[in-house]
């Protein structure tokens, strides 16, 4: 419980689509990696799949609620987002697209391994962010995002990754 | 052609006119080098693995700074200090938060990019391959030809940074209601905002916050340092020149939090209350001041915002180039 109330902390709230990158802790600071909260559980045991690089592809690009991860991502000149990143990643960066299904209203947390620029799609329209943080100290995740949901079909764009890999995990905030 | 560009940048949004910004005379300005340069400031490819821009820390709605204390380089390198914001950047006599011998955008350029300390975009030892990344987009061939055809095309380091620094010099913001009130339209400024400045001026801010951009460009100690970072001196080596660093501009400062060079003011009157320096150090000698001062200074603060600036699309990143969608 205690390590819940932490990873809230570190949340902050913000407006619009704010979604930074402030210091994560280093990872020299980490002799291991440390469980992470237990909304997040599934971060220690991702299922892989890989990433739609277009609309067409995300019937094949679907992620669960609170199923984390490891995603195959695809090189970025090869992506056709549905609509174009914010911060669109460079030729040599990776990128992709997930489809996943929300059946609660509620507040959801996506969890980043790294500092990826992250969009959630209703339609073709990005949804603004409700708070932005990095991840518990030394539990691998550097980047969290949450969004306030409604229930329906969502895409998740990721854009500018450095890695053709990406642990990632949409979770219901509780 | 020169200062084409700034006459294209340069909306009018109000009546009277600015001074023209200083260019130097081996980079002239052109509306092609301009475009170019905004292309190549929100392309991520400027970083060693595509993550970075340099718009990824000076985002146009913040006023070019990114919300951020600091921030962590592309390969996970923590941060050193807090991104300054650009809003007229092309006047400030100098560039970066400690180095006074740094003057010309065009050499700044190199700081994000090539350095190591800290690393940010990665790309030392790589400016062949920002060249050869770069030249695979049969577009930025064609835009680097018109920008620079004295180089007949050529794509390396220096052109890169002259066309970033080209538009950078186009980021100019006149257009805040204290901007407004300056030009004679007293209405524009609230009765609060007229209080804080009258505090503002009493309390000896002005002293490094003066001039049109509310900076003396100067740099100074008003914080004992961290060890981490001992400002100019880092440059210098001389221990007079500890903790000495640049006074920001206070265009949009509303909305470039957080502040202070490393970032460790929340808000702005945690980092007004911060100015506390020893009375035999400085001019700034009081800042304690009562809530309602406090607010009518923040008031005054928050009326040096430029919407129009914030939000201007020819500072935006660029849907097309070359007539095709990016």
Redesign the interface.
């Given at each position: 419980m205690t390590r819940y109330y932490v990873m809230l902390s570190i949340m902050m709230a913000?407006p619009?689509s704010?979604q930074?990158?402030?210091?994560?802790a280093?990872?020299a600071q980490c002799p291991q990696l440390l469980p992470p909260p237990p909304e997040m559980a599934s971060w220690a045991h991702p299922v892989s799949v890989d990433a739609a690089k277009d609309a067409r592809g995300l019937a094949a690009a679907g992620i669960s609620v609170d199923q984390a991860v490891r995603a195959t991502l695809k090189g970025?000149g090869d992506i056709q987002y549905i609509t174009?990143p914010?911060?669109?990643?460079?030729?040599?960066?990776y990128g992709g697209m997930f489809g996943f299904v929300v059946k609660e209203a509620g507040t959801y947390r996506v969890a980043l391994g790294s500092?990826?620029w992250i969009d959630i799609l209703r339609g073709k329209k990005a949804i603004a962010s409700a708070g932005h943080g990095h991840g518990p100290a030394c539990s691998g995740i550097r980047k969290m995002v949450d969004f306030a949901l409604k229930p329906g079909r969502y895409t998740l764009q990721i854009a500018?990754?450095?890695?053709a890999t990406l642990p990632l995990l949409v979770a219901r905030a509780r | 052609m020169a200062l084409a560009g700034l006459a294209l940048a340069a909306a009018a949004p109000v009546s009277w006119r600015w001074p023209t910004p200083p260019v130097p005379q081996d980079n002239p300005m052109t509306a092609d080098k301009v475009a170019l340069g905004r292309r190549l400031f929100y392309d991520a490819d400027l970083s060693i693995n595509g993550t970075m821009a340099c718009s990824a820390c000076h985002e146009q709605k913040r006023g070019f700074t990114d919300g951020n204390a600091t921030r962590p380089g592309v390969h996970g390198d923590p941060g050193l200090r807090n991104v300054p914001g650009l809003a007229n950047v092309a006047w400030r006599k100098r560039l970066t938060w400690a180095d006074a011998a740094l003057t010309r955008l065009e050499d700044q350029v190199g700081i994000p990019l090539f350095g190591d300390h800290p690393v940010e975009m990665g790309m030392k030892g790589q400016e062949a391959e920002l060249g050869r990344r770069l030249g695979k987009d049969a577009c930025y061939r064609a835009m680097f030809a018109k920008a620079f055809p004295e180089k007949k095309g050529r794509i390396d380091a220096t052109a890169v940074s002259a066309a970033l620094a080209a538009f950078e010099r186009t980021m100019i913001s006149f257009g805040s209601p204290y901007d407004h009130f300056l030009a004679g339209k007293e209405s524009t400024l609230s009765p609060a905002a007229r209080r804080g400045y009258a505090v503002f001026s009493a309390r000896g801010c002005l002293s490094c916050h003066g001039g049109r951009d509310l900076t003396d460009d100067a740099l100074h100690a008003i914080l004992p340092g961290a060890p981490a970072d001992r400002g100019l001196m880092e440059k210098t080596g001389l221990s007079a020149d500890r903790d000495h660093f640049r006074t920001p501009s206070l265009r949009n400062v509303a909305v470039t939090g957080p502040y202070l060079h490393d970032g460790s003011a929340a808000t702005m009157a945690e980092a007004i209350r911060r100015h506390a320096i020893p009375p035999a150090t400085g001019p700034l000698t009081d800042v304690q001041m009562t809530g309602s001062q406090m607010a009518d200074m923040t008031a005054f603060l928050d009326s040096l915002t430029d919407p129009a600036f914030l939000s201007d699309q020819r500072l935006s990143m660029p849907a097309r180039a070359c007539g095709r969608p990016l």
């Open positions: 913000v619009a704010a930074t990158m402030d210091q994560p280093p990872v970025t174009r914010e911060k669109p990643g460079g030729s040599v960066s500092g990826a500018a990754n450095g890695d | -």
